[in-house]
């Protein structure tokens, strides 16, 4: 039992169990969260849950939810092969599981946050409307048909302890690529 | 080993391309709809309305009512006025602010704000009391340029309303409303 328990890879078991985690804490709790106004308008951010709050109404972006699917299925798939790659690192075929899964939770985090900043882009770029990353500013905008009106809103964004789970997760991910080469080299039982 | 590569590269195109192509497919008929919802479209409409105040006025609509109250010691006025939510949300006026002016003079008098903060529903009507305190120049300019007179003209210029986080700056001739006060130096 203790040799077997030797053989755990558990960095990598460390990282699967997180990611799993991750996937279920970021369909309820945002990675990142954008509120303009008193929360007059809310954008919550995940990679496997973005929605808006504006009005009253609740509505995400069919296109978003479609890659939403898509980070979810990839977390999914990495989080499991991860597990299962860790509890046997020894066999012929481990290495391809763990290949297969250990970068892709980075990959989702570096991905969000690049999109993100694209997003910001974007926005500042063709709406004039600039948007933190983190912290607070206020922007101006403009009313069309009410040009005697100038509109100051305040915007309030950041990122929430689910993006640090997401950012353990990974590293325990990567963490048991660099373990792998000293779990492997043990000899099997 | 190479079965396991293959069917895990099956697995990483099939996650990916699955649900982009069912999404694209359910609105083939309508790309924009992938981006645009009709939330979205609604939720434009409704602002577009409601700052607009929905019947060709501007902003929301502000009457005063009554006359003013003046307190000589502190040199403030009061002044109850009417607030009406034209936006499409309820609102909390948290703040408002403004430079009262002499309509004949166009000289500054003081600064008007808000004695405290209120929540109006969406299409409703509330009361709330502007205090106004003149400066001391102001209290000159009652003695000298208006002398006499029992009332002054005045208007609130560059008024500036906080509604639920957003800063709404209004124009000097969207109040559209002028208020007769008392003379403070009779």
């Known amino acids: ?189 | 080993m190479d079965k396991i590569t293959l069917i895990l590269t099956l697995i990483t195109i099939a996650i990916v391309v699955v649900p982009v192509v069912g999404v694209t497919l359910n609105y083939q008929d309508n790309l924009v709809g992938l981006f645009i919802t009709p939330e979205i479209n609604e939720i434009v409409d409704k602002f577009s309305s409601g700052v607009g105040g929905g019947d060709g006025s501007d902003g929301p609509e502000v009457q005063p009512i009554g006359p003013p109250e003046y307190d000589p010691i502190s040199r403030t006025i009061k002044q109850v006025i009417q607030f009406e939510n034209t936006f499409p949300f309820d609102i909390t006026l948290k703040s408002m602010s403004g430079n009262v002016q002499c309509v004949e003079h166009g000289f500054d008098l003081g600064v008007a704000s808000l004695e405290n903060s209120i929540s109006i529903p969406v299409g409703e009507t509330k009361t709330v009391t502007l205090l106004i305190t003149w400066t001391e120049d102001a209290i000159s300019h009652f003695g000298t340029a208006h002398e006499g007179e029992e009332t002054v003209e005045v208007v609130l210029a560059n008024i500036g309303v906080d509604i639920s986080g957003i800063q709404v700056q209004l124009d000097k001739n969207q109040m559209g409303q002028r208020m007769e006060i008392p003379n403070p130096a009779l």
Do not use: E
């Open chain 1, 1 to 189: 039992m203790k040799d077997l328990l030797a053989k755990i890879n558990w960095f990598g078991f460390a990282g699967g169990v997180a990611t799993i985690i991750m996937i279920v804490v970021s369909m309820v709790y945002p990675w990142w969260q954008l509120t303009v106004g008193d929360n007059l308008l809310t954008a919550n951010a995940s990679p496997v849950n973005t929605n808006f709050r504006a009005l009253g109404s609740t509505f995400s972006i069919p296109f978003i939810w479609a890659l939403n699917i898509v980070s979810l299925l990839t977390l999914l798939a990495s989080g499991v092969t991860m597990i299962i790659y860790s509890i046997v690192p020894g066999k012929s075929y481990s290495k391809h599981l763990l290949d297969f899964g250990y970068k892709k939770p980075l990959f989702i985090v570096l991905i969000f946050v690049i999109g993100l900043l694209a997003a910001t882009l974007i926005c500042k770029t063709v709406l004039s409307l600039s948007i933190p990353l983190i912290g607070s500013t206020t922007s101006t905008l403009s009313i069309p048909f009410a040009s005697d009106v100038t509109l100051t809103v305040l915007l309030s964004a950041g990122f929430h302890w689910s993006f640090l789970i997401a950012v353990v997760g990974a590293g325990f991910c990567i963490a048991a690529r660099l373990y792998h080469r000293k779990v492997a080299a043990l000899p099997s039982i």
